[in-house]
């Protein structure tokens, strides 16, 4: 990797300004001044360092977000506000974008990272990874929805969608519910209830899989994931549904 590249993914910079932070001397590779922006470092065996502190490069980012209602699931909008937008500064840098979408009035858990590899694997739909839902229904959800649930739903274009797990934790003139589904078409969760004649009036998805949202972080806070839970989302890529 070009040693301009390396320290401009890394915070230090446009590829113009870092240039110019090369010209002054400040840059070393193991050891040795660099002013030459061609040069090329293997960034896991090289020492790099810029007015003496060590660069710690990573490749990749791999972060949790609470989203909050109002943000849309992209990397840019000329109108509305993303979720990459809230980002620090020192995270936009790696260039991040969301896991799959929730929709705008949608809260809870979503990824965000810059692993092309990982993000197509979660998403794919040869996955049965299943995504659990809280949601309040407007109308009296049954022992009846559960069972068509169960089987899957046609919905609104004619699309018979895979069979979802239906728990109803209150019913009533509102509802509150939890949804697991293994697929993420448009609107699902709110065109599956659409198809059995209810209203989803909130919706916060919980967990992926076995990963669940940190209930600490408030809405539009984010964290990184652990080794952990990194370990875990790669471990799904291992099986084909």
Known sequence: MRIDKLLANMGYGTRKEVKNLLKTGAVKVNETPVKSPKVHVDPEADQVTVQGEAVEYREFIYLMMNKPDGLISA?????????VDILEPEDIIFNPFPVGRLDKDTEGL????????????????????G???????DGEVTEDD?????????????????????????????????LTITEGKFHQVKR????????VTYLKRLKMGTLELDETLEPGEYRELTDEEITYLKSLNQTDS
């Open 146 to 178: 559960i069972k068509a649930f169960s089987e899957g739903v046609v919905l609104d274009d004619g699309y018979h969608t895979k069979p979802g797990r239906l728990t109803i934790l209150s019913s009533g003139a509102e509802s509150e519910i939890e």
């Open 131 to 137: 995504k659990l839902y809280y949601a309040t229904i």
């Open 110 to 129: 979503l990824l965000l990272t810059n692993d092309g590899k990982l993000a197509h694997q979660l998403t794919s739909p040869k996955k049965d990874v």
């Open 192 to 199: 599956m209830f659409e198809a059995v004649g209810k209203h």
């Open 75 to 83: 990397t840019e909008d000329v109108s509305e506000t993303t979720v």
